[in-house]
């Protein structure tokens, strides 16, 4: 069973920053917070993980609780082409650890 | 880099006949690879890990004898739907970990997308 809770859907008006909740109570002290994002009849694609600190990268931000308890993904400015499901998956680094999917976010970018 | 191709991208098959899917790392050697399902308005659920020269490791509740998988290839591995039913028709989704990456990083193929008459 997938390890995280996120909210079925979320609306974004475009250009606006999109925040997306997960919460992880049950996260392991070697266990990564990932995101990957699935557009629609596509593979998933690779957002940004982290471990306790906080990341950014050229997609986006993950801002992690101190307790680790809970992630947020931040779109900065949000594109009609961000509308996908947004998945938080964690996972520890050690060896080919297999990703398990939750039922994700549906994020839906409007005009 | 790290791109991962599949082939065919969709296949429409009769019921009762085989089907083989290709999963290609383009530019990376991969020690293991990821086989997933995904129906319709669903989740990815994996269904069994791939890796090169030994034999796969299935999920609870797949049938190997009818998934079988084959990882030959430090950059290839293949999944054949046999006798494919129309309940097998899904959207089948391999990933790869490059043997160089310690962050054991993921890369997701495109899909194949079975359709069973």
């Known amino acids: 069973d997938a390890k995280t809770t996120q909210p079925t859907s979320m609306d974004c008006a475009e250009g606006r920053a999109a925040n997306l909740p997960c919460n992880h109570s049950t996260i392991s002290g070697n266990e990564y917070v990932y995101w990957y994002r699935q557009i629609h009849s596509q593979g998933p694609q690779y957002i940004i993980h982290g471990l306790k600190n906080n990341e950014t990268n050229e997609m986006a931000s993950l801002i992690i609780t101190e307790d680790r308890k809970s992630s947020t993904l931040i779109l900065p400015h949000a594109t009609l082409r961000d509308t996908a499901v947004y998945y938080c998956?964690?996972?520890?680094?050690?060896?080919?650890?297999?990703?398990?999917f939750g039922t994700g976010t549906r994020l839906l970018v409007s005009p | 880099g790290a791109v991962v191709s599949q082939h065919p991208s969709w296949v429409i098959c009769k019921s009762g006949t085989s089907v083989k899917i290709e999963c290609r790392s383009l530019d990376f050697q991969a020690t293991t690879m990821f086989w997933y399902r995904q129906f319709p308005k669903q989740s990815l659920m994996l269904m069994a890990t791939?890796?090169?020269?030994?034999?796969?490791?299935?999920e609870q509740g797949v049938e190997k004898d009818k998934f079988l998988i084959n990882h030959a290839s430090l950059t290839l591995s293949t999944l054949t739907v046999t006798s494919a039913h129309p309940e097998d028709s899904s959207f089948y989704i391999c990933?790869?970990?490059?043997?160089?990456?310690?962050?054991?990083?993921?890369?997701f193929g495109p899909g194949t997308r079975l359709t069973v008459t």
């Open positions: 791939s890796n090169e020269g030994s034999k796969a490791t299935y």
């Open positions: 998956i964690v996972r520890a680094n050690t060896g080919f650890q297999k990703l398990v």
């Open positions: 990933s790869a970990s490059p043997s160089w990456d310690s962050t054991y990083e993921q890369y």
